[in-house]
């Protein structure tokens, strides 16, 4: 299959703010400032659109509800591993068409469906400049139709996606699926009818077991997260499926999977103390609920059933989230808090784990300014003592 033309560069954001200056047009000088902005924010979200000389760009609202393009990357890699043969795909709330625009090159046909009419206008326009060619005989087929509306007579696909708007009527954020539009619990029998695969995007917020529960056939669960932080949860339902998903952990640094079964089997060994490393998980494993089973996946000892932190004497350089090198360890004493800050200097990030205090008392009560290099975790061990962990970068990162 032929790939996307590679986009023509454009002028900078701040030329068009310039020009907007200039203008005494009121309607030309908003659209002018509306293409700065749009350009100033995918410049950082979505790169290979923002370099494109003529794309058009939509309100504030599509921008900030569009994917990166790291997650938009990840689920056309995903499309192609679920659905091989490429032949048909169906996107039921286009909006912006960011992961509409990766996953249709993995297809033969690809049809975007969006409520708004402005969104398909602007569709229309971006799409061909992004090489994703319309009309009967091109790849793209761009519909203007409500989602629930489209698929009484959507015909078969093999993969279909849906991203469920994540704001009430009066613009709220929701988390909970049924409160998302449209609601995927009442659609999914419909959708799983009429195609091989449904893949839908939820929010980062959402509580997996419980979606996995309201939902039927949910194969796979794929936690995507970029820059530290989880983006998006998106879930794989089939018709008939396993009871047990896969639940994927993908960040910018590794990808992992396992099964809630392997998290109740798993026996850690706690630390009777911590030792020369500390090991925080990675958001996309905090998400997932991988506690138990990542000390074990990668042999280190758990500090306490609840403190989600671990510690070896060696070091693993492929640990999913961020190692610290311990330099010492306090007690809540006067002279082991002085002896603490003498250690550690003014300055340190604080964080609690499983602790009475939040971050921000017990920075305050330490007398600690925040940043640098150093980290200072406040934790219970598995014997239920408090202690003081200070660490700072370990010089492999």
């Not at 293409?35 to 058009?56: D, F, M, S, T, Y």
Request: net charge neutral; hydrophobic share 40%.
């Amino acid at each position: 299959m032929n790939k996307p033309k590679r986009p023509t560069l454009t002028s900078r954001p701040d030329d068009a703010v310039a020009q907007a200056l200039r203008t005494a047009d009121a309607d030309e000088r908003r659209a002018l400032l509306r293409r700065a902005e749009g350009q100033r924010r995918l410049a950082a979200k979505v790169p290979r659109w923002a370099e494109v000389e003529a794309l058009a760009y939509p309100s504030g609202l599509a921008l900030e509800q569009c994917s990166s393009e790291t997650t938009a990357g990840y689920k056309a890699e995903l499309a192609g591993r679920l659905a091989p043969d490429g032949r048909r795909m169906v996107d039921l709330t286009g909006g912006l068409g960011v992961d509409f625009s990766f996953m249709a090159p993995m297809f033969d046909k690809a049809v975007y469906v969006e409520q708004s009419e402005d969104l398909c206008s602007l569709a229309r326009h971006n799409f061909p400049l992004l090489g994703l060619t319309l009309g009967d005989a091109g790849r793209v087929e761009v519909v203007q139709a409500d989602a629930e509306i489209f698929v009484a007579t959507m015909p078969q696909a093999d993969l279909v996606f849906i991203d469920p708007a994540r704001r009430d009527n009066v613009g709220r954020k929701t988390v909970r699926i049924e409160d998302c539009r449209p609601d995927l619990t009442r659609l999914l029998p419909s959708l799983l009818e009429r195609a091989g695969v449904v893949v839908a995007k939820l929010s980062p917020m959402l509580d997996i077991d419980d979606a996995v529960a309201r939902l039927q056939g949910v194969s796979e669960v794929h936690i995507v997260g970029t820059a530290g932080e989880c983006k998006e949860v998106v879930m794989v339902m089939k018709a008939h499926t396993a009871t047990d998903p896969v639940i994927h952990m993908v960040d910018d640094k590794s990808r992992l999977n396992y099964c809630r079964a392997n998290e109740r089997e798993a026996v850690p060994t706690y630390a009777a103390e911590v030792k020369h490393w500390l090991y925080v998980p990675s958001a996309v494993v905090m998400k997932a609920g991988a506690f138990k089973w990542t000390a074990v996946r990668f042999g280190l000892e758990k500090l306490h059933p609840d403190t989600h932190l671990y510690t070896s004497d060696v070091f693993v350089a492929d640990f999913p989230g961020r190692a610290i090198e311990v330099t010492g360890c306090y007690g809540f004493s006067k002279q082991e808090v002085k002896r603490l800050k003498t250690d550690i200097g003014e300055k340190a990030n604080v964080a609690v784990r499983h602790f009475p205090e939040t971050a921000e008392t017990l920075r305050r009560r330490l007398k600690l300014k925040d940043g640098g290099d150093r980290f200072v975790f406040a934790v219970t061990m598995a014997d239920g003592k408090h202690c003081l962990i200070a660490g700072r970068r370990p010089t492999t990162d």
